[in-house]
């Protein structure tokens, strides 16, 4: 299984993101990140 997660930067997006790393059925994991002030067009 792959896996994306949205703003694993919060704790409880940290949770899933190590229970993905840590998971033998998860094959791949992606993360997608934006850096403070950045704006979301």
Same mark, same amino acid.
């Given at each position: !299984?792959?896996?994306?997660?949205?703003?694993?930067?919060? +704790?409880?997006?940290?949770?899933?993101?190590? /229970?993905?790393? +840590?998971? +033998? /059925?998860? #094959? %791949? $994991?992606?993360? !997608?990140?934006? %850096?403070?002030? /950045? #704006? $979301?067009?």
């Amino acid at each position: !299984m792959n896996v994306l997660i949205f703003g694993a930067s919060g +704790s409880a997006e940290g949770s899933v993101l190590r /229970a993905c790393l +840590s998971s +033998s /059925a998860v #094959k %791949e $994991v992606r993360t !997608m990140l934006l %850096e403070r002030g /950045a #704006k $979301v067009l």
